[in-house]
Nanobody, 128 residues
C-alpha cells in the first residue's frame, strides 16, 4: 500500500518562498514522484516531477526557474522549493506517484489521469 503525506503549505505574500515536503511509504522502485496543483474551478495540473532512480527533473513552463524539486532517497522524501511565488500559484498542491515508466513525464504531457497514487494535498495561498 502506498501512502503519501504532504506538509509545508501556508499563506505567504507574493515574492516569498515556501517549501513543501512529501513523505512516501510503499513507493520504492516506482518510476517517478512529483507534484500537481489545483486552483478553485480549475483542473489539476502538472507542476514538476523527478524520476526516482536517476533523479531526472521535469517542470511545467509556468514554474520553471522558480520551483525546484529534490529528493532524498534515504528518507523516501521529495521536496518542492517554491521561490518568487505569485498569486497564480495559489492552490492545493498534491504529491503524486507514477508507478511505471511513461514518456509522458519527459514530454511534460503527463496528466492527472496518468497518476497512480495521490497524497491528500496541502494548501498554498499567495496574496498580492
Amino acid at each position: 500500500q502506498v501512502t503519501l503525506i504532504e506538509s509545508g503549505g501556508g499563506l505567504v505574500q507574493a515574492g516569498e518562498s515556501l517549501r513543501l515536503s512529501c513523505e512516501a511509504s510503499g513507493a520504492d522502485g516506482m518510476y517517478a514522484r512529483g507534484w500537481f496543483r489545483q486552483a478553485p474551478g480549475n483542473e489539476r495540473e502538472f507542476v514538476g516531477a523527478v524520476t526516482w532512480n536517476d533523479g531526472r527533473l521535469y517542470y511545467a513552463e509556468a514554474v520553471k526557474g522558480r520551483f525546484t524539486i529534490s529528493r532524498d532517497k534515504a528518507k523516501n522524501m521529495i521536496y518542492l522549493q517554491m521561490d518568487s511565488l505569485k498569486p497564480e500559484d495559489t492552490g492545493v498542491y498534491y504529491c503524486a506517484v507514477k508507478k511505471d515508466f511513461t514518456c509522458a513525464v519527459a514530454t511534460l504531457q503527463i496528466a492527472s489521469t496518468d497518476i497512480d497514487y495521490w497524497g491528500r494535498g496541502t494548501q498554498v495561498t499567495v496574496s498580492s
